[in-house]
Every structure is written in structure tokens, then in C-alpha cells.
């Protein structure tokens, strides 16, 4: 459970009251992305993203996502973030010959604030990362309103069109390493202007966008969604980006999963996702699209089983290549898992 409010609290027995089968249980699945935490009041680490990811479904392999967790304790400030890989690449190793292949993909933190001297971090994180080390995520979420962003990874202004940053992102491609990029979609046409400007560097877009619906943006919703598409299909009209289809079980994309007596269904999911998720495939298409659980933040909103049931319904009529590449084929591809 998370003592932060901006995270839901993840309540086990709340869960258990409506957890389902898995539907279609033989589709290969590549969770895109996922963490270990590991804070006060909650703990999320390898067992505990076992026991979800074997709950049911073909979950063959994952992505990690960077998390804050396990940084060096000592040494210069900007080079501790090695500590997660090297905890990740290590906890994770027996798994790569079984099922699933957790962290098969890893993505880590580098401040890329500090241009081309981020490149010994980078440097560093390959080293650590068992081969399997793929890319950089660096925070960037920024709004007027700063109750929407996390205080632990709150970013600054302008942060994407910053010239130092820039020359950290162009440490990436280099180096074969991606970028992860969340921000708020507000932040969006910024992502633009970065990807435009490092064509040849994979850029993925984490969780839809950035989906804010409310605070300040409670009331303007149709707004948001008008914005939000116009935004989105802009970036995808560039080859270099993809999407991470998930990640809307948080507390900002104001679906209020957590007030219900029992968990939603996957059928609850599909419907309040489908205008948001369908419009990202329909836009980037299935190639450059993935699905992500986004655990444990998305926990406490929906059951794992349930969140990957709502995907699975919602592409029910897609083509068998299609339902390939949103569930395995893109994270594969982009991720270099060579699954």
C-alpha cells in the first residue's frame, strides 16, 4: 500500500472480491512495462509481480521500468541509478530461461540534464544490465496545477526543449538505447518537437499520453480528449514513436475505478478505456503500439487478470497479426527482446 496520495492504495481482499479467469489464457503476452517498489508502506518486488504475472495469463516476458528503487548508496549523486539495473539484471537473471522472462527488457534512469557527461551513466547502466539494458526513462511530467505530479519526480518547465537535455538525449541513439517518455498530455506537442529533432531515436510514449482528468481538469473532459487526440496524431504521423496502450488505472486519469464496492470487471475497463485506447491504435497502428499492466500503480485500481482480460476484449475483432503485435510483437521489436 502507498502512503503517498498520489498513488491509490492497493488493497488485497478489495481485489480478491472480483478477480477473473483469464480469457483466452494462450495468447502470448509481453508485459511492457511494470516496477518494483520498494517504499515505505509498500512493497512491490520480484515475488509479488510473479505472483501476478502467473495469475493466469501468458505473461512470457517483461519490460522493467525504472522506479526509483535500489540506487547505490554512495558515490557521486548522478551515478547511483546504476544500483536498480544492477539489482534488476541480478534478482532477475535465474528467470530468462523460464516463464516469465521478468526484465527481459530492462529501462533505467539517467539525468540527461547533464548532456554528454550522461553518457557514463549510460555507459554504466549497459554494463550492468546483463546484456539486457534498452533505454532511458527521465520523468518529465510538468503542470501548472502541481498536485498532478508525483513531488518525488516532478520536473521542470520546458524540460523537453531544454538544450542541455537535448544533448543528453543525443547521447541515446549512439549508444542503440530508447527513450521512454512520460509526461502529461498538456506536454505532448514538446514530446513532438524532441522527437522531431531525434529522428533515429525510438521514442516511446508511456501510458496513453498523459491522460489528466482531474483537479483543474476535471470539468473540461471533452476538452481534454479533443487536445489529447490532436496532440496524438501528430506524433504518430513520426515513425520514431510508439505508445504504451495501459497505464490508466491512476488516480489522475480520474476513472474512479478504486470507488466501487468490488473491483471492476474487464468488461467495466474495456468500456471506460475504449475512446482512449482505441484511438491510439487506430492512430499509431498496431506495429507501434503495446500493452503495459503498469504495475503496482495501476493495482490498486484493478486486478491484474482483469486489466489484461479489458485488453483481450478489446481487441476481439483485430486481426490474429494485429492481437500479435499489440501483445507481443511491438515490445518485442522496439525492446530488442528477441523473443
Not at 541513439?173 to 524532441?194: H, I, K, M, N, R
Request: aromatic content about 10%; glycine content about 8%; charged content about 25%.
Amino acid at each position: 500500500m502507498s502512503t503517498s496520495s498520489n498513488y491509490l492504495p492497493v488493497r488485497a481482499g478489495w481485489l480478491a472480491s472480483n478477480t477473473e479467469a483469464a480469457i483466452d489464457p494462450d495468447l502470448s503476452i509481453v508485459d511492457a512495462h511494470h516496477h518494483f517498489y520498494e517504499r515505505p508502506g509498500w512493497t512491490y518486488m520480484l515475488d509479488q509481480y510473479l505472483e501476478d504475472a502467473r495469475s493466469g495469463h501468458n505473461v512470457v516476458a517483461s519490460v522493467y521500468m525504472q522506479a526509483l528503487t535500489r540506487y547505490r548508496k554512495d558515490g557521486p549523486e548522478f551515478i547511483r541509478p546504476v544500483g536498480e539495473i544492477d539489482y534488476v539484471a541480478t534478482v532477475t537473471a535465474p528467470l530468462q530461461k523460464a516463464k516469465p522472462k521478468v526484465a527481459n527488457g530492462m529501462v533505467g534512469y539517467a539525468d540527461l540534464r547533464r548532456g554528454a557527461d550522461a553518457r557514463e551513466v549510460l555507459e554504466a547502466e549497459i554494463k550492468a544490465g546483463d546484456g539486457r539494458f534498452r533505454g532511458v526513462r527521465h520523468l518529465a511530467t510538468w503542470d501548472a496545477d502541481t498536485t498532478l505530479a508525483n513531488p518525488l519526480t516532478a520536473a521542470p518547465r520546458g524540460l523537453l526543449l531544454d538544450p542541455s537535455y537535448r544533448r543528453g538525449v543525443a547521447q541515446l541513439a549512439p549508444l542503440g538505447l530508447s527513450y521512454d517518455a512520460w509526461v502529461f498530455f498538456t506536454q505532448l506537442p514538446e514530446l513532438l518537437d524532441l522527437a522531431k529533432a531525434f529522428p533515429d531515436t525510438p521514442i516511446i510514449i508511456n501510458h496513453c499520453g498523459g491522460v489528466l482528468r482531474i483537479a483543474s481538469y476535471e470539468g473540461r473532459r471533452k476538452e481534454v480528449f479533443e487536445t489529447w487526440s490532436r496532440s496524438m496524431r501528430e506524433l504518430s504521423q513520426l515513425p520514431n514513436v510508439y505508445v504504451k496502450v495501459g497505464g490508466l488505472g491512476m488516480r489522475i486519469n480520474g476513472f474512479d475505478f478504486e470507488k466501487g464496492e468490488r473491483p471492476p470487471s474487464s468488461v467495466d475497463l474495456a468500456q471506460a478505456w475504449k475512446p482512449w485506447m482505441e484511438s491510439c491504435i487506430e492512430m499509431f497502428g498496431a506495429n507501434r503500439c503495446m500493452f503495459e499492466s503498469n504495475f503496482p500503480v495501476d493495482k490498486g485500481s484493478y486486478p491484474y487478470s482483469n486489466g489484461w482480460n479489458a485488453f483481450k476484449r478489446l481487441t476481439a475483432s483485430a486481426s490474429p497479426a494485429e492481437r500479435e503485435a499489440l501483445f507481443r510483437g511491438t515490445a518485442n521489436k522496439v525492446y530488442r527482446l528477441g523473443l
